[in-house]
């Protein structure tokens, strides 16, 4: 049930674009500026896993499960000292 088509994700990459574009965080996303904030991985388009505002920031973690997991889990206490 979780058929991803390729079509459905150029749209939603589209979408990512305008979306970060307003934050003003597609240039540093293209650049290669914005990080993994569990692994400090580089983030890129191809895998970005979530975007989690964070107070006055917005923070990236990448697609890797073991991330995912961890942002879940520091989400469930609550984000703190997050690194840029
Ligand atoms: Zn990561």
């Known amino acids: 049930m979780s058929e991803e088509k ?3 994700l150029a749209v939603h990459k589209q979408k990512l674009e305008i979306f970060l574009r307003e934050l003003e965080l597609w240039e ?6 914005l990080k ?13 896993g979530i ?4 107070g006055e920031n917005i923070v990236f973690c990448c697609s ?13 206490s609550g984000l703190q000292d997050v690194d840029q």
């Open 64 to 76: 890797n499960y073991e991330c995912l997991y961890k942002m879940r889990k520091q989400q469930e």
């Open 36 to 48: 993994c904030v569990a692994c400090g991985k580089i983030i890129t388009v191809d895998n970005i």
């Open 6 to 8: 390729p079509e459905i």
């Open 28 to 33: 540093p996303l293209m650049k290669g500026e």
């Open 51 to 54: 975007i989690i505002p964070s």
